[in-house]
């Protein structure tokens, strides 16, 4: 069902009220949202969830090292063009025949107002974020194969997602509103976990959340657990019927939540230690 009165979460994921107040904003102001923080941390789920609560459709534009900005807009498939020449297919003189929208020219093109996920945009080059500031600003781009501009009918809701790996041009970030997302908050965890477990006993939480945060304070975990990780710990541990004394003593399945040899290391040395 369309929520008429802004993003509020969704039943399947959990904002803080901060996280809300900054895509209201970004949606009054017609602006795209910058998202960063830790990996696991619900950058991507968040477009998803605003589609849902809003009953809009989602596109995802997934970015690669290899990504260019106009393969967002559209792709002229002149191979396929050759080919049909060669064979005598019909309407081959039809260039828009072999024109493909990207995911922003979809956006563009959509009769409703869509959510537009641009997902690890520091993934790509250095230039591609300065490639679509034409195209976010206005809201158009030219197909010059057509010599046809392609307009927004509606602006798109556009969630662009960031892990940091390399700095984005301040001429990208002005034009959008910014949030981080702080990792969650024991309160806000159990919130969250409760989503995907919501029969989940009070004291396996509560062993679970005490186990999980004191991994995460240890100073010389390089890859810390992510709030992914910890939900697919749970579901190993109920899968194998762990009680929470098993849990405190032995901290069955660690490595769903340790992915390196170096950190895996430390927690032995560490309980050890305790």
Known sequence: MENKTGFNGSESYVASPELMASVNVAMALEK???IKGEPGTGKTMLAQAIAQSLGKELLIWNIKSTTKAQ????????????YDSQFGEAGVDDIGHYIKLGKLGEA??????????????????LEFP?????ELDQMEFYIHETKETIKAHKRPIVIITSNAEKELPD???RRCIFHYIEFPDKELMEEIV??????????LLKECMEQFY???????????PSTSELVDWIQALLLGGISPEEVKEKMPYVGVLLKK???LAVFKKRRLDV
């Open 32 to 34: 795209p949202l910058l």
């Open 71 to 82: 393969e967002g807009l559209y792709v002229y498939d002149t191979i396929q063009r050759l």
């Open 108 to 125: 563009f093109q959509a009769e409703d107002v869509p959510v537009l996920l641009i997902d690890e945009i520091d993934k790509a080059d």
């Open 130 to 134: 300065n490639d679509l500031l034409w």
């Open 171 to 173: 001429a990208f970030l």
């Open 194 to 203: 409760k989503v995907h477990f919501p029969d989940l006993k009070d004291n």
């Open 214 to 224: 004191w991994i995460r304070s240890l100073k010389d975990i390089r890859k810390k």
């Open 261 to 263: 040899d170096e950190d």
